[in-house]
């Protein structure tokens, strides 16, 4: 039972910056992706980027050096600043959190609802 929960979206003019943020709670043994997707309309949902409980990140191509991914508070949140945003950056922002919920247990991707990124020209 986990919930996965993102915040920070909303309007932002091109070249500009915002900071999303999730937070996973429940019963949680530990998160072993945590990750950012976004859907705009007409398209499917693409990954953003993604960190690993080690640490390991990927980034889709289109955000390398302008997004950063990062986890905290004993890495059950994870935030995603963005910089340099473009209008191709539009669209619902979805966390992902991979959760194992026992030592036993196979790990369960979650998702969150979802938060509005809106780039003006």
């Known amino acids: 039972q986990v919930q996965v929960v993102e915040s920070g979206g909303g309007l932002v003019q091109a070249g500009g910056s915002l900071r999303l943020h999730c937070a996973a709670s429940?019963?949680?043994?530990?998160?072993?992706?945590m990750g950012w997707h976004r859907q705009a309309p007409g398209k499917q949902r693409e990954l953003v980027a993604r960190?690993?409980?080690?640490?390991?990140?990927k980034y889709a191509d289109s955000v390398k050096g302008r997004f950063t991914i990062s986890r905290h508070n004993a890495e059950n949140t994870v935030s995603l600043e963005m910089n340099r945003l473009k209008s191709e950056d539009k669209g619902v922002y979805y966390c992902n959190a991979r959760v194992g919920e026992g030592i036993w247990s196979a790990a369960r991707n979650y998702w969150g609802q979802g938060t509005q990124v809106t780039v003006s020209s």
């Open positions: 429940g019963s949680i043994f530990n998160i072993r992706d």
């Open positions: 960190i690993t409980a080690g640490g390991d990140i």
